[in-house]
């Protein structure tokens, strides 16, 4: 099973990269069997739209995966609730819209995501360790051990990320770090066969700070006053990896960081 997995599409114009550098990674790697992205900066880079989600799903994404801001914007509620192929990070409170685990089918093949948010440097919630484990003990009792599943950790501490790695280590196919917008260089398999990426970056602008314009971000470091945030439409680019998972294991052969600059769009 091959898997393409998106980093945070932040904005319209990640969203535009997305559908920019799809056609191109699925002619380059002669298709995937799922898709799946981070959308939760994809509506004005905070939180998710239901004309939003039709659009992925019409560029042939699985599944998605989110984030803090998936509550930003609670028109989406019923999105969360009704569909199976968007998830929250899944300890936030069972009250909470939507889940944080399911199973997406495809072509006759099956591919379990679960999503967690981390605890350091984040807005209070359960352990994602803690959570992870029952999580994982309901899913593998309904659908068996070999089913591949990977894991969005939704977190701001590297530590943190790679502690829950380590922690699952030969029970998920793949942990891979969502967040910070910064790709990270450390793309590994852990030696009982999960594959790992602390962060697997941002799709959008890369020409300003984490997808928005240099000129709205520093003045909050000069003055210290708040400033609006703007998005940065330069160099637009998709960043994610690529894990290629055994079919007979459901774990992790081989993982590949994808960087992969699209043209600019063009100004109408």
Not at 95 to 119: D, Y
Not at 212 to 220: A, C, D, Y
């Amino acid at each position: 099973m091959r898997v393409l997995f998106s980093g945070d599409v932040a904005w319209n114009i990640g969203r535009y990269a997305l559908a920019q550098a799809l056609p191109v990674l699925r002619k380059e790697w002669g298709g995937f069997d799922f898709t799946v992205i981070n959308c939760e900066n994809a509506a004005a880079g905070k939180g998710m739209t239901e004309k939003i989600f039709n659009e992925f799903l019409e560029l042939g994404v699985d599944g998605m995966t989110s984030g803090n801001h998936i509550w930003d914007k609670n028109a989406f509620y019923p999105v969360l609730d009704a569909e199976m192929r968007v998830l929250r990070p899944a300890n936030y409170p069972p009250s909470c819209p939507g889940r944080g685990c399911s199973v997406i089918e495809r072509g006759g093949r099956r591919l379990g995501l679960l999503n967690l948010a981390g605890q350091a440097f984040m807005p209070p919630i359960d352990s994602p360790f803690l959570c992870a484990d029952a999580m994982l003990e309901a899913l593998r009792a309904e659908e068996g051990t070999a089913l591949p599943v990977l894991v969005d950790f939704h977190a701001e501490a590297t530590s943190e990320k790679k502690a829950l790695a380590c922690y699952l280590d030969g029970r998920v196919s793949a942990v891979l770090g969502t967040h910070t917008h910064v790709q990270t260089a450390d793309e590994q398999i852990l030696p009982k066969g999960t594959a790992y990426l602390s962060d697997a970056g941002m799709t959008g602008g890369h020409g300003g700070i984490l997808g928005v314009k240099l000129e709205s971000v520093l003045p909050r470091f000069l003055t210290g006053m708040p400033a609006r945030f703007e998005m940065c439409e330069n160099a637009p680019a998709f960043n994610g990896a690529v894990i290629e998972i055994s079919d007979t294991t459901g774990l992790a052969e081989r993982i590949t960081r994808v960087q992969l600059p699209v043209a600019p769009r063009e100004i109408k």
